[in-house]
């Protein structure tokens, strides 16, 4: 695991180990949550090893890759939200295989479904979890998600039993994986990526959504209304990425919300119309605390979107993001929740409990 650090390591911190035992206790769900951003380092750097060794060709260089990883040892210091994607060209180059992205996945789940040092509970018991599908010269699109889903099916098969406290119907481990459509893609990429995700749906192989994410400034949202119909038509959930910088105009935050989706990713920077549409349908919204922190779209706890959406009883799901980058985990998001202020939101536990609860009734998988 990557050692956890930043604002979710103050709250924990501060937290007397009742309520530390009881985020623990609580069965919750990761629902946004990136594979290649969740990748824990020590599997990284074992991938970049094997890779440095092989001299496989690659548009990366060895050097690149190498300072890549070196910045993600030493901890991320984002100016801004752009600076971020620029981490994952090293990331890609170690997990453009079969064989390695099945070893990164596997190391993924390791990070989210073993019980803690404690044997208190893992950091979650249902899991959501989102990638691009990417085709590289060993793998095409759809190798890429069927990779995924299998090492994710097997990977379930062989998890040893949850803890005797945590055995009830609601802690049942399940993982749904969620195709994931890169703003960067041309609208052929995407409609050959929902396609693929349809198909696999048919087969019953564990897919259970499309997420729409990646650089907020790229692409024209306009461009996929019939991407996302395709996708809702086939009974798959929409998860997407919306106002995630100031950047992105009203217009565009109301051309996706006409999209009908079901959960929105972060939604930083809704108007007050947008807010409307969003409250009326109910939309959960994926809130990763950590994550806006250090992107900087997001000041300070104090002025964090969550307060509004908690103060109206609006259902949201508390999320890591890339747990990689951010040094983060499920259970240190929850103590921001429970911490006193400064450290935290200073929430009571019932209203933790809720929001647990929530994030669970709004995965997809039924
Ligand atoms: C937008 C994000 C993101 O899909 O290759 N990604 N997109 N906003 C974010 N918040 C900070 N965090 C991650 O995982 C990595 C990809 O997820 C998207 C980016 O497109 C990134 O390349 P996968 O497994």
């Not at 922190?293 to 959406?309: D, E, F, G, M, N």
Request: with cysteine; charged share 20%; net charge negative.
């Amino acid at each position: 695991m990557s050692e956890l650090a930043g604002p979710g390591l103050q709250a924990l911190s501060s937290l007397t180990p009742a309520q530390l035992s009881l985020i623990r206790s609580l069965p919750k769900a990761e629902l946004h949550a990136h594979l290649n951003g969740s990748i824990p380092l020590p599997i990284l750097q074992d991938l970049a090893s094997s890779y440095i060794s092989s001299g496989s060709e690659t548009t990366v260089s060895n050097e690149a890759v190498q300072a890549g990883l070196e910045k993600l040892k030493v901890g991320v210091i984002l100016n801004e939200i752009g600076d971020f994607f620029g981490l994952f060209p090293a990331i890609y180059a170690l997990t453009s295989t079969p064989d390695s992205l099945a070893y990164a996945t596997r190391g993924v789940l390791d990070a989210f479904f073993l019980p803690s040092e404690d044997f208190s509970g893992p950091e979650c018991t249902y899991l959501e979890l989102r990638s691009t599908p990417r085709e590289t010269p060993h793998m095409t699109r759809e190798v890429y998600l069927r990779t995924v889903l299998s090492t994710a099916d097997k990977y379930l098969q062989t998890l040893p039993p949850l803890p005797e406290s945590l055995v009830h119907e609601s802690s049942k481990r399940r993982i749904g994986v969620i195709a994931s459509l890169d703003r960067r893609m041309s609208k052929e990429v995407m409609d050959e990526i929902v396609d693929i995700a349809v198909r696999l749906k048919r087969e019953g192989l564990g897919i259970v959504g499309v997420d729409l994410c990646g650089d907020p400034s790229a692409g024209d949202v306009a461009e996929w209304k019939d991407v996302f119909e395709k996708v809702r038509m086939a009974g798959l959930g929409v998860t997407l990425h919306i106002a995630e910088t100031l950047n992105n105009s009203s217009q565009e935050t109301m051309c996706l919300l006409s999209y009908k989706p079901d959960r929105l990713g972060h939604a930083t920077f809704l108007d007050e119309e947008a807010k409307g549409v969003v409250l009326l349908n109910k939309t959960c919204i994926e809130i990763c605390l950590t994550s806006n922190l250090l992107c900087k779209t997001v000041a300070s706890l104090k002025s964090h979107h969550i307060r509004y959406w908690l103060q109206r009883q609006h259902p949201i799901a508390i999320c890591t993001d890339d747990i990689l980058p951010f040094r983060n985990t499920l259970t240190a998001e929850y103590a921001l929740l429970l911490a006193q202020p400064p450290f935290g939101l200073g929430l009571t536990e019932d209203e933790v409990r809720t929001i647990a609860e929530m994030s669970l009734d709004s995965r997809f998988l039924a």
